[in-house]
């Protein structure tokens, strides 16, 4: 069954720390899309990125980064010299595809709640 | 600003009661999905219309129902509600079927 686990459920740091936040999933799809979505506490769910199952190369955006593994069936998400701005959830979402290519469900992690203190 | 509409932001109600939520997609996006974000269990998903059409099912209710209208705008109707039902419902569109979603700021439900 496809499940998305995001063991760690709250990560507090000091601003300028990095920090990692895992995703495990899994899937009996061949063709999977990867989500990261971010959650201020505002309550808006924002999209940070999407990784298709075929493309395992890492990604950086600014003090992002994102690390895709399939052996390990991970898609971690870093966060480079974190600020108070960063203090939110983070959810990681794994797609299914349907039928028609147009059917989709993206089953969520339960979230990782970050907190970067000053 | 996603560019997805949601309202209202906030509803208030008793139980028993019925409410519809609504919710306008990005401009050119034909698909709209419908998810629910409670404390205990998550983000879940509900339904998905593709350009006035149900394409999928998710966890949603019997009492719970949705639409897609023409002009591609969608309605979430609960009914008969609960205590259980208090939640944060988002709405989110796309393009098609893979492209990212963008949400709308969610309806925040509460039933007394």
């Known amino acids: 069954a496809q499940k998305v686990t995001q063991a760690q459920t709250e990560i507090s740091v000091v601003e300028k720390e990095d920090v990692t936040l895992d995703c495990v999933y899994e899937t009996r799809d061949t063709t999977y899309y990867l989500f990261w979505y971010k959650q201020p506490p505002s309550g808006e769910l924002v999209f940070l990125i999407r990784?298709?199952?075929?493309d395992e190369q890492n990604e950086i955006s600014g003090r992002y980064s994102w690390n895709f593994q399939k052996s390990t069936s991970s898609f971690n998400f870093t966060i480079t010299a974190s600020q108070v701005v960063d203090s939110a959830v983070y959810f990681c979402?794994?797609?299914?595809?349907?039928?028609?290519?147009?059917?989709?469900?993206?089953?969520w992690g339960l979230g990782t709640s970050l907190a970067v203190n000053p | 600003d996603s560019g997805v509409t949601q309202t209202p932001k906030h509803l208030i109600t008793a139980t028993g009661q019925r409410v519809t939520l609504r919710c306008s997609p990005r401009?050119?996006?034909?698909?709209v999905y419908w998810y629910q974000q409670s404390l205990d269990q998550g983000l879940q998903f509900l339904i998905h219309y593709y350009n006035g059409e149900e394409r999928a099912k998710g966890n949603i209710l019997e009492r719970f129902s949705a639409q897609q209208f023409p002009d591609l705008h969608s309605e979430l109707n609960l009914s008969s509600l609960e205590l259980g039902d208090s939640a944060l419902y988002f709405c989110?569109?796309?393009?098609?079927?893979?492209?990212?979603?963008?949400f709308g700021n969610g309806t925040r439900l509460t039933v007394t």
């Open positions: 979402a794994l797609s299914e595809e349907g039928n028609a290519g147009n059917n989709r469900k993206l089953i």
């Open positions: 989110a569109s796309s393009v098609k079927g893979n492209s990212p979603l963008h």
């Open positions: 990784r298709n199952s075929f």
């Open positions: 401009s050119g996006d034909l698909s």
